[in-house]
């Protein structure tokens, strides 16, 4: 089992930054793919970005390429997104989420979610 905890939403806005930080713990963070998803209301759940457990591969969704990064630090078991230019359209609730497949697959252990509101 792992346990996510997610943290650093808020109400920003538009052209603010956020970062979000999610803590693993219960097995080996670095055998995981971590992902951020996030899900806007009466829309689906989509990956946002993800980094390998190594960090040395990465995804991002096209709507947020060059405004969001994610990183990780094994030795302290976190994922971080850093959220730039936020536009209101990225108002949703945001989930931390970890793989042991690959960074865009096999998502199993999820955390409660960090709601980001972003005003006009």
């Known amino acids: 089992q792992v346990q996510l905890i997610e943290s650093g939403g808020g109400l920003v806005q538009a052209g603010d930054s956020l970062r979000l930080s999610c803590v693993a713990s219960?097995?080996?963070?670095?055998?995981?793919?971590m992902g951020w998803f996030r899900q806007a209301p009466e829309k689906e759940r989509e990956l946002v970005a993800a980094?390998?457990?190594?960090?040395?591969?990465?995804y991002y969704a096209d709507s947020v390429k060059g405004r969001f990064t994610i990183s990780r630090d094994n030795a302290k078991n976190t994922v971080y997104l850093q959220m730039n230019s936020l536009k209101p359209e990225d108002t949703a609730v945001y989930y931390c989420?970890?793989?042991?497949?690959?960074?865009?697959?096999?998502?199993?252990?999820w955390g409660q979610g960090t709601q980001v509101t972003v005003s006009a």
């Open positions: 980094i390998s457990g190594s960090g040395g591969s990465t």
């Open positions: 219960g097995r080996t963070f670095s055998d995981y793919a």
């Open positions: 989420a970890a793989s042991p497949y690959g960074v865009t697959m096999g998502y199993n252990y």
